[in-house]
């Protein structure tokens, strides 16, 4: 999915429907039944790695910490996760080739950011600009996802330039009625233009870099942490903060007993058409339409999902097929025999394919331990948007002030040579809560309550959540989409859901309140002063 640092697929914490109503029908799980469905682009490559794979399936596992961490990393769908990781980006510059080689060996680092995408560049560059010594660790990869933003949001960080395209307003089509405009400006941003900034910022402040991959974090007697990499690399720190993704878990320790974590899968093509439909001026925030002529009962159907489109002209189109959420991940290959059945029944005819995107966004799940030493950023620190799947604008916008703690309480926690096991837990607990505070901790347990009701929907559900949630007061459903919601706005958001909504919908919500786990947790987190 092309990843929207603004809030992107927001429906995911919706206070709506559920099975009662809106029975998501059993998915069929049988992994012979699905093969017949795999997508043969890639089809050689799939078949050397599923030899491989099919004679140590145990090893690829033993890779993560556990079964969620690898489902993090892409679980089933790993294969593909890789490809769009491995995408070769001739424009972006090699951190390597600009950034100072880490002397190994040498001094004593005041931080170690480990991971070197949009969370761990912009957290290394603040945090080197506020006069900390700071080393950045991870493979020299480019980024290969593509971006959508809230154009004002992008804007306010400064980042107006990395911005390529943008829309005058976006819209929203549920069903074959009037559709609905959002009333904001959308961007499409340039990897290799957000890519080369984050770099630029990098190099001026003052970050070294290594290319490898981290093994572990261990502690020394002293209170250092040490950063084991490849070949036997230690480098020592006096504070590691992992920004690695949201499989993390081999470096990180998480909260026992959370919420499972879930996955929202897409498929996108920037394609060259003939007969689009959509007007070039607008961004297709999202299409539940009923694209089909008949109904046809088939294994797709066990995965509602959307069509994002970005037309950059006429002719010239990112489609996206989209799964918002689902316990287990939809599957690349439906998503893509979906979208190409989307557009074929809607008459739009393929010229020439420019590129292939394989999106995977883990919703959910626990948040990091904060009583452990190492500290967490980006999706490893649960940032990820359990109501939209979207992290980087946020991760963006609280570098600088999550830098700022982090220098604060090293300059006061303990010297640059010592500091005993005690002021460093101390230290690291500190920011911990600046990262989490409680307000965050009540939205947060709120956006999984709703995420827990979205993994009931069908289609049929989802849309009439939107016909009620659109029925909102502008200020709430802009706030909700514009991420400025409080945690006591959107107690009122709940409630005047369940006023204007449909009597089943809540005798749902009243149920999924009362049996659902996640209800309690938003009761207790919020009574939590």
């Known amino acids: 999915m092309m990843e929207c640092m603004g809030v992107r697929n927001f429906a995911t914490m919706a ?7 809106s029975s998501r029908k059993r998915r069929m799980r049988d992994d012979r039944h699905r093969s017949n469905f795999r997508s043969t682009t890639y089809l050689p490559y799939l078949q050397v790695k599923a030899s491989s794979a099919k004679k140590n399936c145990v090893t690829v596992k033993q890779d993560f910490a556990d079964e969620e961490d690898y489902i993090k990393a892409g679980g089933s769908e790993l294969l593909f996760v890789q490809m769009q990781q491995n995408k070769y980006m001739d424009k972006q510059s090699k951190l390597a080739d600009k950034l100072p080689e880490i002397d190994v060996g040498g001094t004593i680092f005041d931080l170690v950011v480990i991971g070197c995408g949009p969370a761990g560049l912009a957290l290394a560059a603040e945090s080197a600009k506020l006069g900390l010594t700071v080393g950045l ?3 020299d990869l480019p980024f290969t996802n593509n971006y959508g933003v809230w154009e004002d949001e992008f804007r306010d960080l400064g980042l107006e330039r990395c911005i390529e395209h943008v829309w005058r307003d976006t819209i929203v089509y549920l069903d074959n009625d009037d559709p609905v405009m959002i ?34 974090i261990s502690e020394a007697a002293d ?11 230690v480098i020592p720190c006096r504070l590691a903060t992992v920004a690695s993704g949201a499989a993390s878990g081999k470096l990180l320790q998480y909260e026992v007993g959370g919420p499972r974590v879930s996955v929202q899968t897409a498929y996108g093509v920037e394609v060259e058409v003939e007969n689009n439909p959509y007007d070039p001026s607008l961004m297709v925030f999202m299409d539940y339409r009923d694209y089909r002529k008949q109904r046809v009962q088939c294994l797709e159907d066990q995965y509602p999902t959307f069509l994002y489109a970005m037309p950059m002209s006429s002719t010239r189109v990112f489609f996206e097929e989209t799964c918002l959420a689902s316990k287990d991940a939809m599957p690349f290959d439906l998503l893509k025999r979906k979208l ?16 292939e995107e394989w999106s995977y966004i883990p919703v959910g799940g626990s948040l990091p ?69 409680q307000e965050r901790r009540r939205q947060r347990a709120f956006f999984l309550f709703g995420l827990a009701l979205i993994l009931q929907f069908d289609i049929d559900g989802i849309r009439t959540f939107f016909r009620t ?18 945690s006591a706005d959107l107690l009122v958001f709940a409630f005047y859901m369940f006023i204007i909504a449909p009597n089943n919908m809540r005798m749902c919500l009243l149920r999924h309140l009362r049996c659902d786990p996640t209800g309690a947790t938003m009761i207790r987190t919020y009574l939590t002063v």
């Open 137 to 139: 660790v991870g493979p």
């Open 183 to 216: 009333g904001r400006a959308y961007g499409r941003v340039s990897r290799h233009r957000l890519h080369e900034e984050l770099l630029k910022r990098c190099v001026e402040s003052g970050v070294s870099y290594l290319s490898s991959k981290v093994e572990r």
């Open 369 to 437: 331990n904060s009583e452990q030493k190492n500290l967490a950023f980006g999706a490893a620190a649960s940032m990820v948007h359990p109501a939209t799947g979207y992290s980087v604008v946020r991760s963006l916008s609280e570098a600088p002030k999550y830098a700022s703690v982090i220098a604060n309480i090293l300059n006061k926690g303990f010297s640059k040579n010592t500091g005993s096991h005690q002021s460093v837990r101390n230290i690291s607990m500190q920011a911990w809560n600046a990262l989490w505070p």
């Open 340 to 355: 190409m059945s989307r557009l074929d029944t809607m008459g739009i005819r393929v010229i020439k394919t420019y590129e």
């Open 15 to 21: 206070v709506s429907s559920c099975s009662t109503w």
């Open 469 to 486: 949630f659109f029925r909102l007061p502008n200020w709430m459903w802009q706030g909700f989409l514009g991420s400025t919601l409080s």
């Open 223 to 233: 209170g250092h942490s040490l950063v084991a990499c490849e070949h036997d690399v």
